[in-house]
């Protein structure tokens, strides 16, 4: 079965770091094409960053650019979003996507069950 | 970026009604257009992929249609577990972007 799982999410004060994971199993891993997606609570989908299977291609939102730093590790089958200098407006469910390519076009036909990120004082 | 406006943001209709949303492209994005279903409490699920293509295991009373700027998704007999917001989302330029959503209710 095809399967992600995140993880990492929780509670942080505004301005730190955070880390969030998705372990994937049931499919080839480094064949594909990663992405994170975002959804603040009542609002609608944000696609935050993607990375090739390869890690040569990354893209980022305008509104974490900078700040977050997406990342994997094909050995582990595993996807990573680091999140520096956190804000109220990053205060979301966090999901972990796969692509259907290698390259992160943005065909999205696996998702994971999400955590949710809580960004406040 | 792409801006994606999907109509209506809400309906209610009857089991067994045809439904179906609009969604918009600010510019020309070609077939580059997904849809996805989120049932409530849910992760979002891919439906229709290329603008018109069911993906495997979906049922077939779901349907997409459209290029260009101009796209539409149907339900050809809406059932009771089809309760859900709908997205739209283009994948031809980046960043990808999502429509607003619809969220699809049983009178």
């Known amino acids: 079965e095809v399967q992600l799982v995140e993880s990492g999410g929780g509670l942080v004060q505004p301005g730190r770091s955070l880390r969030l994971s998705c372990a994937a199993s049931g499919f080839t891993f480094d064949d594909y094409a990663m992405h994170w997606v975002r959804q603040a609570p009542g609002k609608g989908l944000e696609w935050v960053s993607g990375i090739s299977w390869n890690r040569g291609s990354r893209g980022y939102a305008d509104s974490v650019k900078g700040r977050f730093t997406i990342s994997r590790d094909n050995a582990k089958n595993s996807l990573y979003l680091q999140m520096n200098g956190l804000r109220a407006e990053d205060t979301a469910f966090y999901y972990c996507a796969k692509d259907a390519s290698g390259t992160p076009h943005g065909v999205m036909d696996v998702w994971g069950k999400g955590t949710t990120v809580t960004v406040s004082s | 970026d792409i801006q994606m406006t999907q109509s209506p943001s809400s309906l209610s209709a009857s089991v067994g009604d045809r439904v179906t949303i609009t969604c918009q492209a600010s510019?020309?994005?070609?077939?580059?257009l997904n849809w996805y279903q989120q049932k409530p409490g849910k992760a979002p699920k891919l439906l229709i992929y290329d603008a018109s293509n069911l993906e495997t295991g979906v049922p077939s009373r779901f349907s997409g249609s459209g290029s260009g700027t101009d796209f539409t998704f149907t339900i050809s007999s809406l059932q009771p577990e089809d309760i859900a917001t709908y997205y739209c989302q283009q994948y031809d330029n980046s960043p990808p972007t999502f429509g607003g959503g619809t969220t699809v209710e049983i009178k």
């Open positions: 510019q020309d994005i070609s077939n580059c």
